[in-house]
């Protein structure tokens, strides 16, 4: 069975304090790692795909890479504005339904 | 940004009323699905459909039913709605590459 860990559960940062996020993944044949952000009372907006092991993908204050074993979420110098939850998911084989989602880190960046 | 509407985004209902939650997308895709999230909780597949006359359950037990009629369109009804199914509702769709875009939600309250 596909399973997605993420941690810490919660983080709580001043800003400018960089840290990483972390997302552990157990899956046959991973098609893909898909990182959301997403904002209280919203749905989860995409970040970042990686498909293989090595691939590294930026995006403003945020680096994700990718391991045979885990995802990292890396945030360099954030701000509060990044506050909100980090989602992991993974894309398993080729059917249709088999996006499996973490449980999320939620992160507050404090002024 | 993705073109995918859910309505409404927040209904407080009576315990037994029907209740459709709509969900539209106009980016063409073929993949569509109904996901529940209660706060602070991983994401859970209750529906998904490969396609147009295409539905499945998904892993979460669920009380709802959902219809594919055109591309565009994935409702998903409640017969008989419970305190229970006080939650979250989310609909995605899906490109060839795998990126799930996401609505904004329906917030279901049952009383």
């Known amino acids: 069975e596909d399973q997605v860990t993420q941690s810490p559960e919660a983080l709580r940062l001043q800003e400018g304090e960089s840290s990483s996020l972390n997302c552990s993944y157990t899956v046959s044949g991973l098609r893909g790692l898909f990182w959301y952000r997403q904002d209280p009372g919203k749905g989860p907006e995409f970040l970042f795909t990686?498909?293989?092991a090595g691939e590294e993908k930026e995006k403003e204050r945020l680096k994700a890479t990718l391991t045979k074993k885990e995802s990292f979420l890396h945030i360099t110098a954030p701000k509060p504005e990044d506050s909100a939850t980090y989602l992991c998911?993974?894309?398993?084989?080729?059917?249709?339904?088999?996006?499996?989602f973490g449980s999320g880190t939620q992160l507050t960046v404090l002024p | 940004e993705a073109d995918i509407y859910q309505t409404p985004r927040y209904l407080v209902i009576g315990t037994g009323k029907k209740i459709t939650l709509e969900c539209s997308q106009t980016?063409?895709?073929?993949?569509m699905y109904w996901y529940q999230q209660d706060p602070g909780m991983e994401l859970h597949l209750i529906h998904y459909s490969y396609g147009v006359n295409s539905t499945e359950k998904g892993d979460l037990s669920s009380e709802s039913t959902v219809s594919r009629i055109r591309t565009e369109h994935f409702p998903l009804t409640l017969e008989s709605a419970r305190p229970s199914h006080t939650s979250q509702y989310l609909c995605?769709?899906?490109?060839?590459?795998?990126?799930?875009?996401f609505g904004q939600g329906t917030r279901l309250t049952v009383v």
């Open positions: 995605a769709s899906r490109d060839a590459s795998h990126h799930a875009f």
């Open positions: 998911a993974v894309q398993a084989g080729g059917s249709a339904r088999q996006l499996t």
């Open positions: 980016m063409g895709h073929d993949k």
């Open positions: 990686l498909y293989s």
